[in-house]
């Protein structure tokens, strides 16, 4: 049985549809991401997932619990990690945590203990009795972690677990995530970052407008709309506009990337150019990404 | 149907007490955490208005009512208007904080529901009113302008107060799109009723157009019953007040629930 299971889900406001069909399941113990760009109904998906959004049409399980109709039920086991953290800041760290293991159920003995096992578990031990406004935003984001492992959740949901965190804290989140991801817990998360879908997920869903236009592997996905070698070339001495006029008239679809002209290509296919330092290498799910953005897949 | 199902549905059947309690435990901790400066909100602010009515306004006017002095007059009426003035600040811009900085959304993700939210805030409202009550009650008593006899009464009342004043904050709250339109709650619904509620002057003296308005705002039937219980006039006319603010209870918290709904499970 697959843990997370979206059938034709639908989310309307008004004319405008967030979600349009969507359909995917998540195996227990997979990482699953959504990558996609702002829009693409990602947030909207997780927050139907988190009871937090009626659904319009369709339907979603969570270990074949219908989300719309147990909603309290699918809580139990569903950790929720949103994008903007959520924490209480008229509490100390702990009293975030002790809190939502009371509104959770837990005793206040078992709250206790979750709460020291979790704070050591995140490396936030040491900033239990803090105001939660003394924390960094990377003790914050993994503050809003902890706080979904209280209650020892099966699944977990996280929207864009490390959007605004610096290199290091995102690291250091990710290493949490994959650690979680060992101990069997199933992730749902969602993101716009390359490496962090690439390093976490097991399958990720391409989104775009409301929609998975594809879903696989980090590798699948590259070998089936990656194109073959990418190439940019970098001006070092020829004029932009020589590259451009010499490129369009030699038929070369290209994309101009702040420095470099990118082109989905073998450099040898490519028109010979004076003054261009040409750097060739295989597709990456950011190519991948970047069509998707732009155009949608299936023009891509 | 079960019972997750029922609530699930949004009929709000369906009360887990345990959450609302939790939601409550978390309140007192919060307040708990800034105690130094709460007790400047219920001992300090209505401790001035409670001498300079009672000794101020009191030395100028003499009795009132046949009899009673104004202290004894105004104090079961400044014990009532703090206690809502407690109970619609928790209810609205404490709960509106809650919502902004996200926190209800993460409620929303442990096992609890909008009504229980609701019911949270209110409870807590109560509380605040209850300890204002106490605080407020206990300078009159000192004075002897209360008789501590009417303490029970007027902690009943005050439940009553945090009941009335909590929805109407949780509504306010669910409805105000920034803290710049939830001020209005004060300007529009606090202080015009803690001014013509009865606290300061029977409603009576007002002109006859405006006492009809006067009796009937949330606030008059608790000022009423508070002076009852510390007068000892306690009559039928007191049972159909009680009446009056059950009634606005039963109205006025499904419609909170279903505003904090449509504002939270978007």
């Known amino acids: 049985m697959a843990m997370i299971e979206a059938r034709g889900l639908v989310k309307r406001y008004g004319e405008l549809t967030a979600v349009d069909g969507l359909s995917f399941a998540v195996e227990e113990g997979e990482t699953f991401g959504l990558l996609g760009p702002n829009g693409a109904g990602k947030t909207t998906t997780m927050r139907m997932l988190a009871g937090l959004c009626p659904i319009s049409a369709g339907t979603l399980h969570v270990a074949g619990l219908d989300v719309a109709r147990e909603a309290r039920a699918v809580r139990r086991f569903l950790g929720v990690v949103t994008q903007a953290d959520g924490l209480d800041t008229e509490l100390t760290v702990r009293g975030n945590l002790e809190v939502f293991a009371d509104l959770s159920g837990l005793s206040r003995a078992a709250a206790r203990a979750r709460a020291d096992e979790v704070l050591a578990f995140l490396d936030l031990a040491d900033k239990a009795d803090e105001s939660v406004d003394a924390l960094s935003g990377g003790m914050k984001r993994r503050l809003a972690i902890a706080r979904a492992l209280v209650p020892s959740p099966r699944v977990i949901v996280l929207d864009e677990p490390s959007t605004g965190l610096d290199p290091e804290s995102r690291v250091r989140v990710w290493e949490e995530l994959a650690s979680l991801k060992r101990s069997g817990v199933t992730l749902l998360l969602s993101t716009h970052y390359m490496d962090e879908a690439e390093l976490l997920c097991d399958r990720i869903a391409v989104m775009h407008s409301g929609r998975i236009l594809d879903v696989g592997t980090p590798a699948e996905l590259v070998a089936r709309h990656g194109g073959g070698r990418v190439t940019d070339l970098r001006p070092s001495g020829a004029r932009r506009e020589t590259i451009r006029e010499a490129l369009s008239a030699a038929g070369v679809p290209f994309r101009e990337m702040g420095a470099v002209f990118r082109v989905s290509a073998d450099g040898a296919t490519l028109p010979a150019l004076e003054g261009v330092t040409v750097s060739e290498r295989a597709p990456n799910l950011e190519d991948v990404f970047l069509k998707v953005a732009g155009r949608g897949l299936s023009e891509a | ?266």
């Open chain 2, 1 to 266: 149907m079960n019972a997750e199902t029922a609530m699930a549905s949004g009929t709000g059947a369906l009360i887990r007490w345990r959450s609302v309690a939790a939601l409550w435990r978390r309140h007192l901790q919060a307040l708990l955490r800034v105690w130094k400066v709460a007790i400047t909100w219920f001992v300090v602010e209505p401790g001035i208005a409670l001498l300079a009515c009672a000794l101020g306004i009191g030395g100028l006017v003499g009795d009132v009512d046949g009899g009673i002095s104004y202290a004894a007059f105004v104090a079961p009426g400044i014990v009532v208007g703090t206690a809502m003035f407690h109970a619609i600040f928790e209810a609205s811009w404490s709960a509106f904080e809650r919502i902004d900085r996200s926190l209800y959304e993460t409620f929303l993700t442990a096992p609890v529901t909008v009504p229980e939210i609701v019911l949270g805030e209110i409870a807590f409202a109560s509380t605040r009113a209850l300890i204002s009550t106490l605080s407020v009650s206990a300078f009159a008593v000192g004075f002897g302008w209360i008789p501590l006899g009417a303490l029970p009464g007027l902690l009943l009342v005050s439940v009553g107060v945090g009941a009335v004043f909590g929805c109407i904050g949780q509504l306010f709250a669910a409805l105000a799109p920034s803290m710049h339109t939830l001020s209005l709650v004060f300007t529009l619904v606090a202080t015009p009723m803690y001014f013509f509620s009865g606290s300061f002057f029977p409603v009576s003296v007002l002109p006859d157009a405006l006492e009809p308005v006067a009796r009937a705002l949330p606030l008059t039937p608790l000022v009423d019953l508070a002076r009852a219980f510390s007068l000892g006039t306690v009559s039928g006319t007191q049972a159909l007040q009680a009446l009056y603010v059950v009634a606005l209870v039963a109205v006025l918290l499904p419609l909170a629930m279903m505003a904090m709904r449509r504002r939270l499970l978007r």
